[in-house]
């Protein structure tokens, strides 16, 4: 059974910073490319970064320079190092397991606010 379960989800200020896991199980996980995306409300989930098996990592354009993704295959988990957050980036998070199949965690809510 694939579980992906994400932790570090929280309430921080504007211009703090967070840091999410995402541990994943019953996958060969170092083949798949790993994901966050994001997801606020009324809006459309979208891509927030993504790191290949390769260890190639994509970037949303709203992120680029402040949000981190990294991968430990050895434990199976995949990190988003986020710093200088702003209030627009307040979302439930979603991690993401990609290679023929597809596989989503529960998500963590992430609210940025003073």
Known sequence: QVQLVEFG??????????????AASGIRFSFYTMGWYRQAPGKQRELVAAITNSGNT??????KGRFTISRDNAKNTVYLQMNSLKPEDTA????????????WGQGTQVTVSS
Do not use: M
């Open 92 to 103: 439930v998070y979603y991690c993401n397991a990609q290679r023929v199949n597809v596989y």
């Open 58 to 63: 994509n970037y949303a354009d709203s992120v």
């Open 9 to 22: 989800g929280g309430l921080v200020q504007p211009g703090g910073s967070l840091r999410l896991s995402c």
